[in-house]
């Protein structure tokens, strides 16, 4: 079956590369990149997204990756990708908002085609590549001062059936563990629009970008792939836990993050995470593991402010 996106018709065994025009700023046009590779078998369309946070590279260069090794003889069904939504927040280096209204791209979808830029990105982006899928992956890293590694989302819902499909999808990556989370602006309201399963990946930092985060994804997404029947080949599913246990430790008290641990890394209880110390260097408030699991999120910005999120530790 053909695929159509702005004005162009991409056929059965023909592989694609464009640009969605989405309207103009005072300088520049305002496009996002997308490739588009029809296989020549039929088969499900599967859509992966990344860059909808700006400064979250890890991903863009995961699916960038993909976009190169697919070709349309390969695969059964059609491979969308979408490497780079937030071309405004990649343009400023700019990361959570959009300088052009200062909106955060993800969470304004399904957006809306008469309202200011970000929302007629995401309305492009529902409207052009998401709306047609059967599948939806939305590729994240950490955002700057942040860091994160082989993290997965799941969308809450009442619908069972799209709950173990969306499971399912998760199982195709390294991942230890799936948080569920709510439907809220995100890419998940794809969930909620067009009953399709939707996950959201998390692995890497702004810089430098790991190998290792890169691979997380775009392994992950060879695997679902082959899970789906787009490509040849068992997948191999992983058991990771859904919604262990997980304690957010904060800062008690601005002043400098002293950390002393790596995203990803196995923390025994009690174990030091980090110390927050005030501006001639004395020690305030001293971070250790409330429980036995892995550091799932970290701050990695020196500067913290009272109430920052230090790190997430998950039960694994
Ligand atoms: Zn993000």
């Known amino acids: 079956m053909s695929f159509h996106v702005a004005g162009v018709e991409v056929k059965p065994g023909e592989k694609h590369a464009g640009y969605r025009s989405v309207g103009s700023a005072s300088t520049h046009e305002v496009r996002i990149p997308y490739f588009v590779v029809n296989g020549a078998k039929p088969g499900p369309v599967l859509t992966v997204l990344s860059g909808v946070h700006a400064v979250e590279c890890t991903p863009v260069e995961a699916v960038l990756r993909l976009a190169k090794s697919v070709e349309s003889a390969d695969i059964s069904g059609t491979l969308v990708l979408v490497p780079m939504v937030n071309t405004e927040g990649f343009h400023a280096r700019k990361p959570y908002s959009n300088q052009l209204d200062h909106l955060n791209q993800n969470k304004v979808f399904p957006g809306d085609p008469m309202g200011s830029m970000t929302r007629r990105v995401a309305h492009a982006v529902f409207e052009s590549f998401v709306s047609k899928s059967d599948y939806l992956v939305d590729c994240h890293s950490a955002d700057l001062g942040e860091d994160a590694t082989h993290g997965m989302f799941v969308y809450r819902t009442d619908d069972m059936d799209l709950k173990s499909r969306m499971i399912e999808m998760a199982r195709c990556f390294d991942c230890e563990y799936i948080e569920t989370t709510e439907i809220s602006g995100n890419t998940g309201e794809a969930v909620r629009l067009y009953g399709i ?119 694994t």
Not at 204 to 230: C, F, K, Q, S, W
Request: proline share 7%; with cysteine; glycine share 10%.
């Open 197 to 315: 399963p939707c996950i959201m990946t998390e692995s890497g930092a702004p810089y430098p970008i790991r190998e290792d985060d890169v691979l997380y994804h775009y392994m992950g997404l060879r695997n679902l792939m082959r899970h789906i029947g787009m490509i040849d080949g068992e997948a191999a599913l992983g058991d990771p836990r859904v919604d262990p246990p997980s304690r957010r430790i904060w800062a008690e008290s601005g002043g400098l993050w002293r950390r002393k641990v790596e995203a990803g890394q196995r923390v025994k209880e009690g174990q030091l995470l980090g110390v927050v110390s005030d501006l001639h260097g004395e020690p305030l408030q001293v971070a250790t593991a409330p429980l036995k699991g892995v550091v799932s999120f970290l701050r990695v910005h020196y500067s913290v402010n009272e109430g920052d999120t230090l790190c997430w530790v998950t039960e």
